[in-house]
């Protein structure tokens, strides 16, 4: 398609559809979500911030770098209250493994197996970071919840078989992908970059 490319600093797949359904859902045309599977392969920084915001500016500063393509990334993850905000931006290496979500999760229920249910809040949490030759933007989107004691659910990844979002009877896990992206805390973080990502398609490519 004509117009301009837009770079996801990720290869989840399941990523790259959200962020094309927020762009397709705002209206927005003449911008085309690309992730890095589909530019030249460089190598990646470790995301060795503090912060959400800190490791998803670290992607979307080296994407754009690398690319000389606006770059999108993003850093989640799940704040557990009873573990006073862990894990945090290690949640996908709490276990020790970094995207094994089993045992992650498995170790963050062992963690608060004696936590009485009505202290099991959380929030997953996502930020944003866009990067282009404007300037740098972050945004953050929470996402609040219980965590249960079992799994359930076959949808989602990461923490979202055992998280039970506010108001719902369902966990993360059990919505439909439509349903999660118009409420999770990607979605909201996303939709804070609406009107950014509007002007990235109205400018003339180079």
């Known amino acids: ?14 990523k790259l559809r959200e962020l094309r359904q927020v762009v397709a859902d705002a209206g927005i045309v003449g911008l085309e979500v690309i ?6 392969a460089f ?10 915001e800190g490791n998803a500016l670290i992607k979307a500063r080296q994407g754009y770098e ?10 989640s993850g ?32 062992a963690q608060i ?10 929030e997953f949490v996502s930020a944003c970071a866009l ?13 609040r919840g219980t965590v249960l004691r079992e799994p359930r659910g076959d949808g989602g990844f990461g923490y979202d078989p055992v998280f039970l979002p ?25 939709a804070q970059l609406v009107e950014p990502l509007r002007a990235l398609a109205a400018r003339v490519p180079e």
């Not at 190598?43 to 959400?52: C, G, I, K, Q, V």
């Not at 197996?113 to 959380?122: A, H, I, K, N």
């Open 1 to 14: 398609m004509t117009g301009t490319r837009l770079l996801l600093a990720s290869r989840n797949a399941k």
């Open 35 to 40: 992730g890095l599977d589909e530019v030249p």
């Open 43 to 52: 190598e990646e920084l470790p995301e060795d911030a503090p912060s959400f």
């Open 66 to 75: 690398r690319t000389g393509l606006p770059c999108l990334a993003d850093d």
């Open 78 to 109: 799940i704040c557990v209250d009873a573990l006073n905000g862990m894990p945090g931006v290690l949640s996908a290496r709490w276990s020790g493994r970094h995207g094994d979500d089993p045992a992650n999760t498995a170790l963050v229920l």
């Open 113 to 122: 197996s004696d936590t009485p249910d009505e202290r099991r809040g959380g």
């Open 131 to 143: 990067v282009d030759g404007t300037g740098e933007r972050t945004v953050r989107g929470t996402w």
């Open 166 to 190: 506010e108001g719902s009877d369902r966990t993360a896990a059990e919505l439909t992908a439509e349903e999660k992206n118009a409420i999770s805390h990607r979605a909201r973080a996303l």
